[in-house]
């Protein structure tokens, strides 16, 4: 019974060892990869971290330089219609000068022909009044000169009538002288001749009576006549006055008229001028536009390096001692029951014989011919076909036919 605890907790001993340090060996190895690996993930991590900030930077360098020329695009199109609008405007007040220029230059023609026209008439009504009152004066110088040839000739028939009356005198006067020579030369003496002579001087002086009568009467009807010229002078004059004044006043409202009529053509001349142009305000000066405050891109800080994995170490000692400890109880019932048996033998084979010594599962196996494995993977007992193992890479023996 010693002699197989002992040998089971060597063969423990030992396959617990090999199976801890494989073990260790494979935790190291995995550890050191898995190391590797989040190395070379936090070195592509940092270097792409860096590449998106370079990116950011870029982009954002971009969208600077595309808002800029977006910006000085607007900013001469605006500068662009401020400019067009300014020469809009200014052209438009040229047309408007050049409207009213027009305007002012056909109203100073009409003026100069309304002062033409206006003097014309002038003109012709100064002939007419000149007319008028050349007329007026032959009227009045032939109705003179009427006045004075009907009294010229009213003079001579005053004269003639004198003349004859006087004439007349003288005759009556010479033939009743002639009588009473003729009288008193017959010798006529007495009353009957002085009677005579008396009747003669009596017929002689009605004679020249009725003489003097009748130039009174023909005086008298010449100074009625006279009178009566005197009196249609007056009224023909008064008529030629007043008809030199109807002539002025009539001339007088013809120029008002006229006056009226070119003060009325000026006013409609002028009326024709609209109002002088006045250039309209001009346009507001366009503004820069204003520009779009920037975020600088957040640069990230370097993250932390990972942390270095630490294989998981099996304690040799621990190990070592706890194989030796399963073995050598595996190793104690193993002979107790071979001893109850009778000795070694299983299925035909060699009693008390070691079969073979053979890896299993990687390790380190003990084959004995009882047809019995034992493995010491993880110190469990078996039998029957029952392994024990420590492990994927574990070591382990085995007991069988």
Do not use: C
């Not at 936090?42 to 808002?67: H, M, P, S």
């Amino acid at each position: 019974m010693a002699l197989g605890a002992i040998l089971g907790a060597v063969f423990g001993g030992v396959s617990s060892a090999v199976s801890a340090s494989s073990q260790n060996a494979q935790s190291q190895a995995a550890a050191d990869a898995q190391n590797k690996y989040n190395r070379e993930v936090y070195n592509f991590q940092v270097k792409e971290q860096e590449r998106q900030y370079d990116y950011a930077v870029e982009g954002l360098e971009i969208t600077k330089r595309n808002n800029e020329a977006n910006l000085k695009f607007q900013e001469a199109e605006r500068t662009q219609q401020y400019d067009y609008g300014m020469g809009i405007r200014a052209y438009e007040h040229t047309q408007n000068m050049r409207a009213w220029d027009t305007q002012v230059s056909g109203a100073v023609k009409q003026l100069s022909f309304n002062q033409l026209a206006s003097n014309a008439a002038l003109l012709d009504q100064n002939r007419v009044i000149h007319e008028q009152l050349l007329s007026i004066s032959f009227n009045e110088a032939d109705t003179l000169l009427e006045y004075g040839a009907a009294a010229a000739g009213l003079g001579l028939q005053k004269r003639q009538a004198k003349a004859a009356a006087v004439t007349e005198a003288q005759v009556t006067r010479i033939a009743s002288l002639k009588a009473t020579g003729t009288a008193q030369a017959r010798g006529a003496g007495g009353r009957s001749a002085a009677r005579n002579i008396q009747g003669m001087v009596a017929e002689a002086g009605a004679r020249q009576a009725a003489i003097i009568d009748q130039l009174m009467f023909n005086t008298e009807a010449t100074e009625q006549q006279l009178y009566k010229m005197n009196q249609q002078l007056l009224l023909d004059k008064a008529g030629f006055e007043m008809s030199r004044e109807s002539a002025i006043m009539s001339d007088t409202a013809a120029r008002t008229k006229l006056k009226q009529q070119e003060l009325q053509a000026a006013m409609d001349a002028v009326g024709r001028i609209g109002l002088k142009p006045e250039i309209a305000p001009p346009l507001p000066v366009p503004l820069a536009l204003p520009r779009p405050e920037y975020q600088e891109v957040f640069k990230p800080g370097v993250p932390p390096a990972p942390m270095a994995a630490v294989a998981m170490q099996q304690n040799m000692f621990s190990s070592i001692l706890g194989g030796a400890m399963s073995g050598a109880q595996m190793g104690a019932q193993i002979q107790s029951s071979f001893g109850s048996g009778g000795g070694f033998s299983g299925g035909g084979g060699k009693s008390g014989t070691l079969a073979g010594i053979s890896p299993a599962s990687k390790g380190i196996g003990v084959s004995y011919g009882s047809g019995v494995s034992t493995g010491a993977f993880s110190g469990a007992t078996g039998i029957g076909g029952t392994s024990w193992g420590g492990g994927s890479y574990g070591g382990g023996f085995s007991i069988g036919k």
